[in-house]
């Protein structure tokens, strides 16, 4: 069903900003955060979200939109709270950015920034699993949804086949590693084995 795999989304989502408050958490200590894992996060929410998660999104909000006006009028302006959450997300690439080319910025902006960005995402995430989802299960009959299933299954853009979700969930893995990786030489720097360490323990 479709709502199941808009959450399901949701939880990858969810787990990428983990990733990413994890990242955030290393930076506030004062030490390097993993800028490649940061970068792949940023390079993975410019394009999924926009590509693949809101549009579907936007085909149910449309139907409850004529199906029940006011349970929609109720959730507001879901493009426009997409729309928000992209500049929140060019604002995180920015920020990464100076940091990164040295320019003069806050710690504490950037932080702010980031924060800012998962704040909202986690906020969006909610509250479209509290209203919007259970509005649009209440509100759309079979007849609706076999509507936006075949309009899915139509789109002759490559972005909507199986085979690209496939590629998202590599990205996500690909992700999941470096993060893995990054913990585990984190963890090499703040706890060195000694001088007589297994040979096979490569801190
Ligand atoms: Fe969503």
Avoid at 175 to 201: D, K, N, W, Y
Wanted: charged fraction near 30%.
């Amino acid at each position: 069903m479709i709502i199941d795999s808009l959450r399901q989304e949701h939880r990858n989502i969810e787990k990428l900003l983990l990733v990413l408050e994890r990242e955030l958490s290393v930076f506030d200590r004062g030490e390097r955060p993993d800028y490649q894992v940061i970068h792949a996060i940023i390079a993975y929410f410019l394009v999924y979200p926009n590509a693949y998660h809101h549009p579907q999104e936007d085909m149910v909000f449309e139907k409850l939109k004529s199906c029940d006006p006011a349970a929609a009028a109720n959730i507001g302006d879901l493009a426009a709270e997409h729309r928000s959450g992209a500049k929140r997300l060019q604002r995180v690439a920015q920020a990464v950015e100076s940091v990164l080319s040295d320019r003069e910025v806050l710690r504490e902006t950037v932080h702010g920034i980031v924060r800012d960005f998962i704040e909202h995402e986690r906020r969006h995430i909610a509250m479209e699993e509290r209203d919007f989802f259970p509005a649009a299960v209440r509100a759309l009959q079979p007849q609706e949804w076999a509507e936006i299933a075949s309009k899915l299954k139509d789109r002759k853009d490559p972005l909507f086949s199986e085979t690209v979700e496939e590629g998202f969930d590599a990205v996500r893995r690909h992700i999941f590693q470096l993060e893995q990786e990054a913990e585990a030489e984190r963890a090499c720097v703040t706890h060195p084995l000694p001088a007589s360490g297994s040979a096979a323990h490569r801190c």
